[in-house]
């Protein structure tokens, strides 16, 4: 009804009936659907893939979105559900282009979703009744994957709404600027609000995962650039990037526009990699690649265009998904390019942006396209795979194209974070670290800091080598103070100074601004408090990740080891293997160990390695602190007697990993930031909410009676 629009008489009317009846037969399914899998009916073949018996009811609520189909109607849900608040909310201004026009892109989406859901019917039926099912994966039987996904899902879910309201504004341009409409006001705060609400809730889904990773997995770190995180992380870098450029895209409403309809493009653009497994990724979904078997009837097995279709679109599900992800993307630029707006974004520095009074716009607007930049080159390390084989299949003319296939390795995007986030850190001097500093004391301090960035870089490099030891000598206190913070990696050594001079220009702007500012004191703070914990984390992120020794030693029941490269000493206490009654695992092996520096014992752990009855592998972590370390341990194999089965040894991996928790407190530290800045947004979107409006009529009468 919304699509057909006003050709039809009381069409809103009618819309707002299809709108109830549409939400409340979703709501409805996705109720009987959580019964099904909370009552673990085996009945239905998604039940049986992702439930079983020993699984508890938050790991039961966990299976509802752990499968693909039952992600997809979650997600539906969320989206159905936000749709619905949009039209109660903005139901009085149905008859502006706008909103009517946001309503039929929503519309759109949602049914994108409802699409997806059906084509993967999570209601099939299990042809082969059974009265248990086979599970979730082990590493998914946790509470993380019952905090984790949701979190996700409700920020991809709302980018929707503000994408929506973003690409309606630019359909309807006039000069560069968003025309006067009824409830514009109002629309204006609550996107804002949805906006900022998303950034904290993707910060807080992104934080989670890699804290998940990092403590339960045993992948040994919070992040290891595997595609499906990066594809995940793009949203969230569009939503900082809106901030981040706030004061250039002020001045074009197609840039803001356009940026803010990334965010839930490159949702979708991450479920589609997760869902149609074209790149490898340890999240990956498998497909059946049904799809092949449609193309058959029209297009040779052997020929090159059915191997370019099929990598692209594997299974025939994707194919919407595709779909939508391509008409959204270009309808943002066929939008900006018929109003001419994408000739004139204001984002290139000018001849006059080069002088001392403008230093800091010039530095942001530098900062800006480097950002922007970067962020499209992350997208391009996604897709290079593809692009390969697609390449080679229109070349060679043929299936098998170059016959082999490449990988995009966490080296590319830690040479494109070196090379974008350098500039950005540099320009940040200038806009961001002392603002209220002459332009010369800046200058001054740039260079100040890249001249100690150097001899940081220079002196780490000799003190790996072993010459600055010969030098001054063996144990010198500035050996020992420095040796603690030199990396393995000299190019990151240079960014260390630089970093910890901005992070004390910012704490010291920080204390100014709490003891001397009176206005926009909360605002103020919680910017400074953005850029610092960005800096706070890319320090832990680039110490703890370069300063990582890791260690693979095979041990055996009471021996006692020296770690390689450490001073640290294991000594295995016990090994234990168990047939567990009432656990997921069928068996399970224990390593119980001591660890201890010098006489000083650091504390005590247990290294698990279990399978369950379909032989998947599940690992329990230990982790200990000492100092400013984290002391990881987790057991990647074991060795048995093959005659007599008896456990008689473990192969453990040991990680120490430094400085990690400044990465943790950087994080803390993010959202510190980002909350009051979403409180604010609420509180303007409640001064325009009707019963607010009302108040508000009901004072002025007041007033004017009691003039």
């Known amino acids: 009804m919304v699509i057909a629009g006003e050709s039809l008489e009381k069409w809103e009317h009618y819309s707002e009936m299809s709108l109830s009846a549409g939400c409340a037969a979703f709501f409805i399914s996705f109720g009987y659907f959580m019964y099904l899998v909370l009552t673990a009916d085996y009945s239905y073949t998604y039940v049986s893939d992702y439930v079983n018996n020993d699984m508890d009811f938050l790991m039961r609520v966990s299976a509802i979105w752990s499968g693909q189909a039952g992600s997809f109607f979650f997600w539906g849900f969320l989206a159905t559900l936000a749709y619905l608040s949009f039209r109660l909310m903005f139901r009085d201004y149905a008859h502006e282009p706008v909103f009517w026009r946001s309503f039929v892109l929503l519309t759109l989406q949602v049914a994108v979703l409802a699409a997806l859901t059906i084509l993967n019917d999570p209601f099939q039926i299990n042809v082969f009744p059974t009265t248990d099912g086979v599970g979730l994966n082990p590493l998914l039987m946790n509470m993380w994957n019952v905090i984790h996904p949701p979190i996700i899902f409700i920020g991809y879910t709302l980018c929707l709404i503000p994408m929506v309201i973003a690409i309606t504004r630019i359909s309807i341009l006039e000069n560069g600027r968003v025309p006067n409409f009824e409830g514009k006001e109002r629309l204006d705060r609550f996107f804002e609000f949805m906006v900022s609400l998303a950034w904290f809730v993707l910060s807080s889904g992104i934080i989670v995962g890699a804290y998940w990773a990092y403590i339960t997995l045993g992948w040994g770190g919070f992040w290891a650039w595997d595609p ?171 299936s098998e194209g170059f016959g082999s296939t490449i990988n995009v390795t966490p080296l590319y995007y830690n040479v494109v974070l070196a090379l974008f986030g350098g500039v950005m850190l540099l320009t940040q001097f200038f806009c961001t670290f002392f603002p209220r500093l002459e332009l010369v004391k800046k200058f001054s301090l740039l260079v100040c800091g890249i001249i100690a960035g150097l001899v940081f870089a220079v002196s780490g490099l000799f003190y790996h080598n072993g010459f600055l030891e010969m030098v001054i000598g063996e144990g010198n206190p500035i050996i020992v103070l420095f040796s603690t913070f030199w990396t393995a990696n000299d190019y990151v050594n240079f960014f260390i100074p630089l970093l910890l001079f901005g992070i004390g220009g910012l704490i010291a702007e920080f204390i100014r601004v709490a003891l001397k500012e009176e206005k926009n004191i909360i605002r103020k703070t919680s910017q400074i408090m953005l850029h610092l914990s960005f800096l706070v984390i890319l320090l832990g992120a680039l110490l703890s990740t370069n300063m990582t020794v890791s260690n693979e030693i095979f041990v055996q029941d009471g021996g006692e080891y020296q770690i390689p490269g450490t001073s640290l000493t294991i000594t295995v206490l016990d090994l234990d293997k168990r047939y567990p009654q009432s656990s997921l695992h069928v068996v399970e092996y224990d390593t119980s160990f001591m660890l201890s520096a010098n006489s000083r014992v650091i504390g005590f752990g247990n290294s698990r390695l279990a399978f369950d009855k379909i032989n998947r592998m599940d690992h329990k972590v230990t982790i200990i602190n000492d100092f400013l370390s984290n002391i990881y341990v987790v057991t990647t194999g074991v060795f048995e007697n093959s005659l007599s089965e008896n456990f008689e040894g473990t192969v453990l991996q040991i990680k120490i990993i430094p400085y990690i928790n400044i990465l943790w407190v950087g994080c803390l530290f993010l959202h510190f930031a980002i909350f009051p800045l979403t409180i604010g947004r609420l509180i303007l979107l409640k001064e325009t909410l009707p019963f607010r409006e009302k108040e508000l009529e009901e004072v002025k009468t007041i007033v004017v009676s009691s003039r």
Request: one cysteine or more.
């Open 228 to 398: 499906v995180e990066t594809a995940s992380l793009i949203p969230w870098l569009f939503l900082t990037l809106y901030y981040h450029g706030k004061p250039l895209h002020s001045k074009s409403a197609y840039l803001a526009n356009y940026i803010i309809s990334m965010p839930y493009i490159c949702a979708l653009f991450a479920t589609y990699l997760t869902r149609s497994n074209i790149v490898s990724s340890v999240h990956s979904f498998q497909t059946e690649g049904t799809l092949e078997t449609l193309l058959k009837l029209f297009i040779p097995e052997d020929n090159f265009l059915m191997s370019v279709i099929l990598r692209f679109i594997p299974d025939e599900k994707m194919l919407v998904l595709f779909a939508v992800i391509l008409m959204t993307f270009l309808s943002v630029h066929v939008l900006g390019l018929k109003n001419r707006e994408i000739f004139r974004l204001p984002i290139l520095p000018k001849r006059e942006d080069f002088q001392a009074s403008k230093s800091r716009t010039t530095a942001l607007k530098i900062s800006f396209i480097t950002f922007f930049l970067g962020t499209y080159v992350l997208i391009l390390g996604l897709i290079i795979p593809v692009l390969y084989d697609i390449i080679g299949y229109i070349i060679t003319i043929n």
